[in-house]
């Protein structure tokens, strides 16, 4: 296996002379595939087909009339049952879930907006001069929007294997001006990572110079597993009780990629104080979110572990189709000293390194020959990689031939892009 | 019939005293009913069952597999057919409707909220210090209520029989701080209204001091007639074209009353700056509403005639508790000089004017026997009503025998408080 890196010119001129002419065949395929966002395929959709007839007409017959119960305005915080799953789910009393609409990241939005003009828990944070965020990066393209549409400095702070590099952390919350920091805790995105016990411990712990600092503890992937033994990752609310620091998190989560993306619940986890002030914009902003999908899903899933059953099934679509990009990247990339990719226990992404300064001219090699990846940057804030080495590969939405035939593709373009780099030198 | 209002203290004393044993009676029922919100009843709920059954798990067997092309995110604007429907019910263009979730007080109360951050179209509300809205009333209190959370301060317009009082609005929005109004122009709440085609035509052909003056048109009860021949309202956005003033209404509606309430389907209309100003925000507050719910009633609506058929149904359940309602009171408040109310031909609610300074304690009353009413001073900004007088009646939701106590009673009530305040002048 030749190592790019100890290669001549000449030699890596041949070899690109190569890879071109492979390359030159998958363009003549006419091939439109798409790799690029964490979307379930059609396969994984249909395991909850049967949500579709959890409720029917024939619910109007039902003695105790729970489907028509649920059928008119109020329950502001979501109906009961729902909330029990999710406070199952996320281990917190149900007191402290709001169970809302189909969108978690719609929440996410609102409670910033909410920051903004109204303040977290005091001023409003639009009245503070320029504030900051911390964005570990790589990390979740459509948190960043938003810290960028409301002209919020973004912060980078470093991913490691355990988490956001706390040391970082740590030192750039000592600025009153950084009001809050995105975590993907769990399979992070894209990295795959799991925040460590230590990581968790140190978050909670933080006392920041800012006390209206906020974290969105996006737990979008919080049973996700890919692996029969899943990562485990310890409750924030039970440690930041610990330290008596309840307010400092504000957890979402959503069934968009248990139940349906774009039609299922979603549900956010806050402490007492956190839940009052948020539904004390809630009360103006709406009269109630569906109800009706709410208990939809309650009579699809019946408890929390009905949810998890349907995991399990979710797996067995998603693990083997991880298991050939992986194949194919120890195959085809291996040895070459030119990427690193992550062996994810969950979640929906592969998070692959490229040669350093390749990423933009990778995505476009794939994309000439059909094959449209996340943008190469999107994983940083304001689209930035400084390496410009990440991609995220997301392998749930193809079919398992078009996975392969694109992952092929892939690799190919990513030793074509680091031999034209390396003759460049 | 005695008029209370030529009626000595004596004559006053003996009625209310005859009121009282009466009254008394009522609270020796126990009676739990509630006139205090326009919500549809059960009754008017089973007229959409068949939108439970419009997608079904065997949508999987279909070749076209229309529902599973929704099955998944994107589509921010919503789905194509269900832009075509509302398209349709508020006649305008497809290109200028965003079909949303479930409930078009979330969309007006984001678009507020997105005025205060980044502005209608210019600088943002709220770095324009003191800023005002118009508020005709008795109006909607959830709208008054959006104001209040944000600091808008209301100015009160009187609601004249064809609309908002067109003299006094023409004078205040010479005041650049005056940014907006809220407007129910069909069946107007509570007043049951429709803005007349001069009306309409005046507001289209005003000028504010202010560039971003923007108007909430929410359109919550165009096509829930009562009478067999309903109002006609003029269509905003023709008479704004008129003007070349499209920029300055947003229109709302959903399907709340019309399939289920808080389970239905929301959207908005505007003009084409103003759908490209709001898509650049809902970019980032969402990956898209539930198109699923936005197909399901797709399926059971099929088009705008459909739609419009399963209003008569509606209208075979509501016109009769309407009837109820007035032909109590022309039979128990007829001829004493305390009462005023309107005959609507659509919406939802019933104006009653009782006798000034009363309203209050007319709702008191009625609570200590039982039935709940819309909070007297509700339909005015900051929930005074300057006069004491004005009550919003929601027949819809209660059963016709529980309604027809109900309006009883609140005749009743509405007797006792008059003869009381006499009595003490």
Redesign the interface.
């Known amino acids: 296996m030749p190592d790019y890196l100890s290669m001549t010119k000449d030699q890596l001129k041949q070899e690109l002379q190569e890879l071109m002419a492979a390359y030159k065949n998958y363009q003549s395929l006419g091939l439109t595939l798409d790799m690029s966002?964490g979307?379930?395929g059609?396969d994984q959709?249909?395991v909850s087909?049967?949500l579709?007839?959890a409720?029917?007409?024939h619910?109007?017959d039902d003695e105790n009339n729970h489907?028509?119960r649920?059928?008119?305005?109020?329950l502001l915080t979501g109906i009961d049952e729902c909330k029990e799953i999710f406070a199952n789910l996320l281990d917190v009393p149900m007191k402290n879930v709001i169970v809302c609409?189909?969108?978690s990241?719609?929440l996410m939005?609102?409670y910033l907006?909410q920051c903004?003009?109204t303040g977290s828990d005091g001023t409003p944070w639009?009245d503070q001069g320029e504030i900051k965020f911390l964005c570990p990066s790589p990390g979740y393209d459509?948190h960043f929007?938003?810290c960028e549409?409301?002209g919020i400095k973004m912060i980078t702070v470093h991913m490691t294997e355990t988490g956001p590099d706390m040391d970082e952390v740590e030192e750039y919350i000592k600025d009153p001006k950084v009001k809050g920091m995105f975590c993907v805790p769990k399979y992070s995105n894209p990295t795959g990572v799991t925040y460590s016990h230590e990581t968790v411990e140190r978050i909670a712990a933080m006392r920041p110079a800012a006390d209206d600092f906020r974290i969105i503890w996006d737990n979008a992937y919080i049973v996700h597993d890919l692996a029969s033994k899943g990562d485990k990752l310890d409750n924030i609310f039970e440690s930041l009780k610990k330290y008596g620091h309840e307010d400092m998190v504000i957890e979402f989560t959503s069934t968009s990629k248990i139940s349906?993306?774009?039609?299922g619940v979603a549900a956010l986890a806050a402490s007492d104080r956190n839940i009052e002030i948020i539904k004390s914009?809630l009360k103006?902003?709406?009269?109630?979110?569906?109800?009706?999908?709410q208990y939809r899903h309650v009579k699809f899933y019946k408890n929390v572990e009905g949810l998890k059953n349907y995991m399990r099934l979710h797996r067995n679509i998603l693990a083997p189709k991880f298991k050939i990009v992986l194949y194919e990247f120890e195959l085809k990339l291996s040895g070459y000293g030119i990427a690193k990719w992550t062996y994810p226990k969950g979640g929906y992404f592969i998070n692959l390194d490229v040669y350093p300064g390749t990423a933009k001219r990778v995505c476009e090699l794939c994309k000439k020959a059909g094959v449209t990846l996340t943008p190469a940057g999107a994983t940083f804030p304001y689209g930035i990689d400084p390496e410009d080495k990440n991609l995220r590969i997301a392998p749930s939405y193809p079919p398992v031939d078009e996975l392969l035939t694109a992952t092929k593709l892939l690799c190919l373009c990513v030793k074509i892009a680091a031999a034209e780099k390396l003759i460049e030198k």
Do not use: E, H
Request: glycine letters at 10%; charged letters at 20%.
């Open positions: 966002r979307k379930p059609v959709l249909s087909n049967g579709l007839d409720i029917t007409s619910d109007w489907s028509l649920y059928l008119n305005y109020g609409g189909n969108s990241l719609n939005f609102d907006t903004m003009l639009k459509r929007a938003i549409y409301y349906f993306p774009g039609a914009r103006y902003q709406t009269i109630g979110y569906d109800k009706l999908n």
